[in-house]
T-cell receptor
Framework: EAQVTQNPRYLITVTGKKLTVTCSQN?????MSWYRQDPGLGLRQIYY???????DKGDVPEGYKVSRKEKRNFPLILESPSPNQTSLYFC????????????FGPGTRLTVT | QQQVKQSPQSLIVQKGGISIINCAYE??????FPWYQQFPGKGPALLIA?????SEKKEGRFTISFNKSAKQFSLHIMDSQPGDSATYFC???????????FGKGTTLSVSS
Protein backbone atom coordinates (compact mmCIF):
# COMPACT_ATOMS: atom_id res chain seq x y z
CA GLU A 1 0.00 0.00 0.00
CA ALA A 2 1.34 3.41 -1.00
CA GLN A 3 1.70 5.48 2.13
CA VAL A 4 3.54 8.01 4.23
CA THR A 5 4.20 6.93 7.78
CA GLN A 6 5.12 9.07 10.75
CA ASN A 7 6.29 8.14 14.22
CA PRO A 8 5.40 8.78 16.90
CA ARG A 9 1.76 9.75 16.43
CA TYR A 10 1.58 11.45 19.81
CA LEU A 11 4.38 12.90 21.89
CA ILE A 12 4.46 14.89 25.11
CA THR A 13 7.85 16.25 26.06
CA VAL A 14 9.48 18.95 28.12
CA THR A 15 11.20 22.14 27.04
CA GLY A 16 14.73 21.58 25.80
CA LYS A 17 14.65 17.80 25.40
CA LYS A 18 15.77 16.91 21.87
CA LEU A 19 13.34 14.87 19.82
CA THR A 20 13.03 13.42 16.34
CA VAL A 21 9.85 12.72 14.40
CA THR A 22 10.42 10.18 11.67
CA CYS A 23 8.80 10.19 8.24
CA SER A 24 9.02 7.49 5.62
CA GLN A 25 7.38 7.03 2.21
CA ASN A 26 7.27 3.94 0.00
CA UNK A 27 6.34 5.60 -3.29
CA UNK A 28 9.85 6.51 -4.50
CA UNK A 29 8.89 10.19 -4.35
CA UNK A 30 11.59 12.78 -4.86
CA UNK A 31 9.90 15.61 -2.98
CA MET A 32 9.21 15.54 0.74
CA SER A 33 8.01 18.24 3.05
CA TRP A 34 7.11 18.98 6.67
CA TYR A 35 4.16 21.12 7.70
CA ARG A 36 2.75 22.26 10.98
CA GLN A 37 -0.95 22.82 11.42
CA ASP A 38 -2.24 25.29 13.99
CA PRO A 39 -5.83 26.48 14.53
CA GLY A 40 -6.64 29.49 12.38
CA LEU A 41 -3.27 29.36 10.63
CA GLY A 42 -3.77 26.41 8.32
CA LEU A 43 -0.81 24.41 7.04
CA ARG A 44 2.56 26.10 7.08
CA GLN A 45 5.63 24.57 5.53
CA ILE A 46 8.63 24.06 7.79
CA TYR A 47 11.23 22.46 5.51
CA TYR A 48 11.22 20.64 2.23
CA UNK A 49 13.53 18.41 0.26
CA UNK A 50 13.63 18.06 -3.51
CA UNK A 51 15.89 15.01 -3.42
CA UNK A 52 18.51 13.21 -1.37
CA UNK A 53 20.89 15.65 0.33
CA UNK A 54 18.87 18.63 -0.98
CA UNK A 55 16.87 20.44 1.69
CA ASP A 56 15.67 24.00 2.12
CA LYS A 57 13.69 26.19 4.47
CA GLY A 58 9.97 26.71 4.17
CA ASP A 59 7.95 29.48 5.78
CA VAL A 60 8.53 28.62 9.45
CA PRO A 61 11.91 26.86 9.81
CA GLU A 62 13.08 28.40 13.10
CA GLY A 63 13.75 25.80 15.77
CA TYR A 64 13.70 22.84 13.38
CA LYS A 65 16.25 20.77 11.47
CA VAL A 66 15.85 18.12 8.81
CA SER A 67 18.03 15.68 6.92
CA ARG A 68 17.54 13.62 3.76
CA LYS A 69 20.14 10.89 3.60
CA GLU A 70 17.88 8.37 1.92
CA LYS A 71 15.12 8.97 -0.60
CA ARG A 72 12.42 7.37 1.52
CA ASN A 73 13.16 9.05 4.88
CA PHE A 74 12.87 12.67 5.97
CA PRO A 75 13.13 13.08 9.76
CA LEU A 76 12.21 16.31 11.55
CA ILE A 77 14.48 17.23 14.44
CA LEU A 78 13.70 19.60 17.28
CA GLU A 79 16.99 20.09 19.09
CA SER A 80 15.60 22.23 21.91
CA PRO A 81 11.80 22.17 21.80
CA SER A 82 9.84 25.08 23.21
CA PRO A 83 6.14 25.39 24.08
CA ASN A 84 5.47 27.41 20.91
CA GLN A 85 6.33 24.29 18.93
CA THR A 86 3.28 22.53 20.36
CA SER A 87 1.41 21.69 17.19
CA LEU A 88 0.17 19.02 14.79
CA TYR A 89 2.89 18.03 12.35
CA PHE A 90 2.45 16.47 8.92
CA CYS A 91 4.97 14.95 6.59
CA UNK A 92 4.08 14.86 2.90
CA UNK A 93 5.64 13.54 -0.27
CA UNK A 94 5.06 13.88 -3.99
CA UNK A 95 6.55 12.78 -7.27
CA UNK A 96 8.00 16.23 -7.85
CA UNK A 97 8.07 19.58 -6.19
CA UNK A 98 4.93 21.60 -6.61
CA UNK A 99 2.48 20.55 -9.25
CA UNK A 100 1.71 17.03 -8.26
CA UNK A 101 -0.50 15.41 -5.66
CA UNK A 102 1.06 15.50 -2.24
CA UNK A 103 0.46 12.49 -0.04
CA PHE A 104 0.25 13.30 3.65
CA GLY A 105 1.12 11.17 6.62
CA PRO A 106 -1.33 10.69 9.51
CA GLY A 107 0.16 13.45 11.63
CA THR A 108 2.13 13.74 14.86
CA ARG A 109 0.59 15.67 17.72
CA LEU A 110 3.39 17.21 19.76
CA THR A 111 2.95 18.87 23.13
CA VAL A 112 5.90 20.69 24.70
CA THR A 113 5.44 21.61 28.36
CA GLN B 1 1.96 37.79 -3.24
CA GLN B 2 2.47 34.21 -2.19
CA GLN B 3 -0.72 34.08 -0.11
CA VAL B 4 -3.87 32.18 -0.81
CA LYS B 5 -6.85 33.70 0.99
CA GLN B 6 -9.68 31.32 1.87
CA SER B 7 -13.17 32.03 3.11
CA PRO B 8 -15.26 31.37 5.08
CA GLN B 9 -13.38 30.02 8.08
CA SER B 10 -16.34 27.84 9.00
CA LEU B 11 -19.53 26.80 7.27
CA ILE B 12 -22.69 25.04 8.39
CA VAL B 13 -24.90 23.57 5.68
CA GLN B 14 -28.01 21.45 5.88
CA LYS B 15 -28.00 17.99 4.36
CA GLY B 16 -28.78 18.22 0.68
CA GLY B 17 -27.63 21.83 0.42
CA ILE B 18 -24.77 23.36 -1.55
CA SER B 19 -21.50 24.15 0.21
CA ILE B 20 -19.35 26.86 -1.35
CA ILE B 21 -15.79 27.71 -0.30
CA ASN B 22 -13.87 30.51 -1.97
CA CYS B 23 -10.17 31.21 -2.48
CA ALA B 24 -8.26 34.11 -3.98
CA TYR B 25 -4.62 34.45 -5.00
CA GLU B 26 -2.27 37.17 -6.21
CA UNK B 27 0.61 35.36 -7.87
CA UNK B 28 -0.20 35.02 -11.57
CA UNK B 29 2.54 32.40 -11.90
CA UNK B 30 0.40 29.87 -10.02
CA UNK B 31 -0.69 27.15 -12.42
CA UNK B 32 -2.00 24.35 -10.22
CA PHE B 33 -4.91 24.71 -7.82
CA PRO B 34 -5.81 21.69 -5.69
CA TRP B 35 -8.31 21.25 -2.92
CA TYR B 36 -7.50 19.01 0.02
CA GLN B 37 -9.98 17.39 2.40
CA GLN B 38 -9.04 16.58 5.97
CA PHE B 39 -11.08 14.47 8.39
CA PRO B 40 -10.43 14.69 12.15
CA GLY B 41 -7.37 12.70 13.12
CA LYS B 42 -6.21 12.25 9.54
CA GLY B 43 -3.82 13.94 7.19
CA PRO B 44 -5.14 16.05 4.30
CA ALA B 45 -5.91 14.15 1.11
CA LEU B 46 -6.25 15.48 -2.42
CA LEU B 47 -9.91 15.93 -3.33
CA ILE B 48 -9.85 17.61 -6.73
CA ALA B 49 -7.47 19.90 -8.64
CA UNK B 50 -7.60 22.24 -11.62
CA UNK B 51 -5.16 23.98 -13.94
CA UNK B 52 -5.92 27.48 -15.26
CA UNK B 53 -6.58 26.41 -18.84
CA UNK B 54 -10.10 25.30 -17.87
CA SER B 55 -12.82 27.21 -16.05
CA GLU B 56 -14.52 24.28 -14.35
CA LYS B 57 -13.80 20.74 -13.28
CA LYS B 58 -16.36 18.36 -11.88
CA GLU B 59 -15.85 15.08 -10.07
CA GLY B 60 -19.05 13.62 -8.73
CA ARG B 61 -20.63 16.08 -6.32
CA PHE B 62 -17.48 18.23 -6.17
CA THR B 63 -16.84 21.05 -8.65
CA ILE B 64 -14.02 23.57 -8.89
CA SER B 65 -14.89 26.84 -10.60
CA PHE B 66 -11.91 28.90 -11.75
CA ASN B 67 -11.90 32.58 -12.71
CA LYS B 68 -8.47 33.46 -14.06
CA SER B 69 -9.16 37.16 -14.60
CA ALA B 70 -10.42 37.61 -11.05
CA LYS B 71 -7.71 35.31 -9.63
CA GLN B 72 -10.31 33.37 -7.71
CA PHE B 73 -11.37 29.76 -7.50
CA SER B 74 -14.03 28.02 -5.51
CA LEU B 75 -15.16 24.58 -4.41
CA HIS B 76 -18.81 23.66 -4.70
CA ILE B 77 -20.16 20.59 -2.96
CA MET B 78 -23.57 19.68 -4.31
CA ASP B 79 -26.09 17.67 -2.27
CA SER B 80 -23.89 18.02 0.81
CA GLN B 81 -23.89 15.00 3.12
CA PRO B 82 -22.94 14.57 6.80
CA GLY B 83 -19.97 12.50 5.59
CA ASP B 84 -18.63 15.64 3.86
CA SER B 85 -18.09 17.26 7.27
CA ALA B 86 -14.36 17.97 7.27
CA THR B 87 -11.81 20.74 6.92
CA TYR B 88 -11.14 21.85 3.37
CA PHE B 89 -7.95 23.56 2.22
CA CYS B 90 -7.41 25.28 -1.08
CA UNK B 91 -3.85 25.56 -2.34
CA UNK B 92 -1.80 26.87 -5.23
CA UNK B 93 1.61 26.31 -6.73
CA UNK B 94 3.69 27.05 -9.79
CA UNK B 95 6.15 25.09 -11.88
CA UNK B 96 8.94 27.35 -10.72
CA UNK B 97 7.87 27.20 -7.11
CA UNK B 98 9.03 24.82 -4.46
CA UNK B 99 5.92 24.43 -2.39
CA UNK B 100 2.18 24.25 -2.26
CA UNK B 101 0.79 27.40 -0.67
CA PHE B 102 -2.24 26.54 1.43
CA GLY B 103 -5.21 28.63 2.47
CA LYS B 104 -6.06 28.65 6.16
CA GLY B 105 -8.84 26.13 5.82
CA THR B 106 -12.62 25.96 6.10
CA THR B 107 -14.36 23.73 8.60
CA LEU B 108 -17.54 22.39 7.04
CA SER B 109 -20.33 20.89 9.13
CA VAL B 110 -23.25 19.29 7.35
CA SER B 111 -26.22 18.88 9.64
CA SER B 112 -28.64 16.03 9.19
Amino acid sequence: EAQVTQNPRYLITVTGKKLTVTCSQNMNHEYMSWYRQDPGLGLRQIYYSMNVEVTDKGDVPEGYKVSRKEKRNFPLILESPSPNQTSLYFCASSFSRSNYEQYFGPGTRLTVT
Amino acid sequence: QQQVKQSPQSLIVQKGGISIINCAYENTAFDYFPWYQQFPGKGPALLIAIRPDVSEKKEGRFTISFNKSAKQFSLHIMDSQPGDSATYFCAASSQAGTALIFGKGTTLSVSS
